[in-house]
């Protein structure tokens, strides 16, 4: 398809703009991780990064990318400033190029404030358009599925300025495949990967949860050091079954992506990566998820208390600790309070020349820890605002709690 206009459009050339979203304060890691990969960034925003290319950046983004949740092909930008505008421009858009009439579609919405649509009424509006297209040129039309349509649709309006994309992603990245179970409140397996990311920790140091809950962070390190693409285990993404999908090319992209985790698996040195939790249920449920990851025979589990359980050498070769404790129904909360003081306690006491890093939605909490972090971020965790700290432990007195 050489253009995603038709004669009423000014074509839009090779390659096209591709946005791929993100969470909140991890759009700079992303952005890294795009560069990694080869993909220049041309503009990173909120809880987005956009770059240029073609499909095979499409299919490769799907199949490789750890910190993004979708992948937005755009196909059209107009200047709308009512509502015949936008019908106008969505119903100019080819949508038969990627979907049949057979087929089903979904529209999304997002905006800064408008005063000429409602939310409700501007998705309403483009799939009208798109429908009213399919009638005129073939008699029939696709029919609406909110849950897994064939084509979904997003459309951003900022100011007057209407962006049309396809989610090539459909499902949210995040969900990788191998974590069918779950213990209480488990973190998104896109910000354990960023956590990750931004403590600075790579396959070459040692890395131990001892809160692991489901191991997500095991499971994101384990993939990380293997460089196994965390898309290998989606069954099939939607672009897959569009009527532009290319086989040939996805196949191509693909067996190089397997190819060069083969040979990161091969050429890495042997990594140490440790989980531990007081709940036995919490260590079965990681351990299935580790084997439905490919990583059963890779990473040490036990069922113990914090402080109990301490990885031979870990300390000496300067390891990394990453936790996501409770953090309690209110800030305040008595319990919660002590847990984090006894966090602080045990960092001290048992891992002094390791490097501590703890996630949490408890700002009063963090301040029990009773030591001075180095490096402070700021996440969200679904709706709650988080900060991710980090400790550096040294051996010998440290100074009191203020």
């Known amino acids: 398809m050489a253009t995603m206009q038709d004669e009423h459009h000014t074509p839009t050339p090779f390659p096209f703009s591709i946005t791929i979203t993100t969470l909140p304060g991890l759009e700079t890691v992303l952005a890294d991780e795009l560069l990694q990969l080869g993909i220049k960034p041309i503009q990173v925003g909120s809880r987005a990064v956009r770059c240029s290319g073609d499909l095979s950046v499409v ?36 949508w038969e190029s990627f979907i049949d009439p057979r087929n ?14 409602s939310p409700k009424y501007a998705p309403l509006l483009v799939k009208d358009a798109l429908v009213d297209r399919f009638s005129q040129r073939f008699g029939k039309r696709p029919s609406v599925d909110t849950r897994s349509p064939t084509l979904r649709i997003h459309l951003h309006i900022e100011g007057n300025e209407a962006t049309f994309s396809v989610d090539t992603s459909g499902e949210s990245l995040h969900r990788r495949g191998y974590r069918t179970e779950k213990t209480e409140a488990p973190l998104s397996e896109v910000l354990a990967a960023g956590i990750l990311k931004l403590t600075g920790w790579h396959p070459g140091v040692p890395l131990y949860d001892p809160m692991c809950g489901s191991g997500t962070f095991l499971v994101e390190a384990g993939l990380l050091a293997l460089g196994t693409p965390p898309g290998f285990a989606r069954p099939i993404f939607p672009f897959q079954k569009w009527k532009n999908f290319d086989p040939k090319l996805y ?69 990394f600790l990453v936790m996501n404790p409770p953090y309690g129904k209110r800030l305040q909360d008595p319990s919660i309070t002590a847990l984090y003081r006894s966090i602080g306690d045990t960092l001290k006491q048992r891992y002094p020349g390791s490097q501590a890093w703890i996630f949490s939605a408890n700002p009063e909490a963090l301040k029990q820890i009773g030591l001075r972090p180095f490096k402070k971020y700021a996440l969200k965790n679904g709706p709650l605002d988080c900060k991710l700290v980090g400790f550096n432990l040294v051996s010998g007195a440290y100074r009191s709690r203020s």
């Open 59 to 94: 299919y490769r983004l799907n199949l490789v990318v750890r910190t993004g949740l979708r992948v937005l092909w755009e196909v059209h930008r107009a200047i709308v400033s009512s509502n015949q505008d936008l019908y106008r421009e969505a119903k100019g858009i080819p």
């Open 104 to 117: 089903t579609v979904s529209v999304a919405f997002t905006s800064s404030h408008l005063d000429w649509i």
């Open 251 to 319: 196949e191509r992209i693909h067996r190089e992506e397997e190819r060069r985790s083969l040979s990161t698996a091969g050429n890495s040195k042997s990594f140490e990566i440790y989980g531990s939790d007081k709940d036995p249920h919490a260590i079965h449920i990681a351990r299935r998820n580790l084997e439905r990851a490919g990583l059963g025979d890779t990473v040490t589990l036990r069922v113990a208390e914090f402080g109990q359980y301490i990885p031979t050498g870990f300390t000496e070769k300067g390891g």
